[in-house]
T-cell receptor, first 113, second 114 residues
Framework: ETGVTQSPTHLIKTRGQQVTLRCSSQ?????VSWYQQALGQGPQFIFQ???????GRGNFPPRFSGLQFPNYSSELNVNALELDDSALYLC????????????FGDGTRLSIL | AQSVSQHNHHVILSEAASLELGCNYS??????LFWYVQYPGQHLQLLLK??????LVKGIKGFEAEFIKSKFSFNLRKPSVQWSDTAEYFC????????????FGDGTTLTVKP
């Protein structure tokens, strides 16, 4: 089965710009979560999408937004980029909201100059 | 608010040594607990999970973890580590009411010397 794939793998932006990161969930998974992992820290929950609706959000400002599409792929959009947004962005999918572990992608490394 | 603490930031062991990585969580309700491993250059992979039942859970590659509710702990153990266990290990907790809102610890880097 195809795992979680994220694109791009690396991205360099400057302050104030906007970025879109993409995630294809694992086959059969309708739930996607996004995490931000700063250097030396564990992943921090940004938000989750279930069947195209946001279903939970962490402590991130509104300039972090997302979408989920009918095929359950997802996008993370970040507006007005700040230096502190430099991090590894992880996408994880799972087959629903029940007690199933998440499967993670390799992440997108975002650097803000 | 939910939180997860991993007390060991970097652990260095020789091959065949025993491993125990500490994890404590803070949450008022029922939680699901996980250990993930991230090998160099690879994505996070699930090592083991605890949802309910037997508090001693066994995972892949000879790892096990024990859930001690009274101590809010979920420590990871392995009797004899190998060089290939060199990786970063993350403990995570999530309320059993929602699949996505996992809270992760800051990770423990394990280096196993051959």
């Amino acid at each position: 089965e195809t795992g979680v794939t994220q694109s791009p793998t690396h991205l360099i932006k400057t302050r104030g710009q906007q970025v879109t990161l993409r995630c294809s969930s694992q086959s059969g998974h309708n739930t996607v979560s996004w995490y931000q992992q700063a250097l030396g820290q564990g992943p921090q929950f940004i938000f989750q999408y279930y069947r195209e609706e946001e279903n939970g959000r962490g402590n991130f400002p509104p300039r972090f937004s997302g979408l989920q599409f009918p095929n359950y792929s997802s996008e993370l959009n970040v507006n007005a980029l700040e230096l502190d947004d430099s991090a590894l962005y992880l996408c994880a999918s799972s087959p629903g909201l029940g007690n199933q572990p998440q499967h993670f992608g390799d992440g997108t490394r975002l650097s803000i100059l | 608010a939910q939180s997860v603490s991993q007390h060991n930031h970097h652990v260095i062991l020789s091959e065949a040594a025993s491993l125990e990585l500490g994890c404590n969580y803070s949450y008022g309700g029922t939680v699901n607990l996980f250990w993930y491993v991230q090998y160099p250059g690879q994505h996070l992979q699930l090592l083991l999970k605890y949802f309910s039942g037997d508090p001693l859970v066994k995972g892949i590659k000879g790892f096990e973890a024990e859930f001690i509710k009274s101590k809010f702990s979920f420590n990871l153990r392995k009797p004899s580590v190998q060089w290939s266990d060199t990786a970063e290990y993350f403990c995570a907790a999530r309320p059993n009411t929602n699949a996505g809102k996992s809270t992760f610890g800051d990770g423990t880097t394990l280096t196993v010397k051959p």
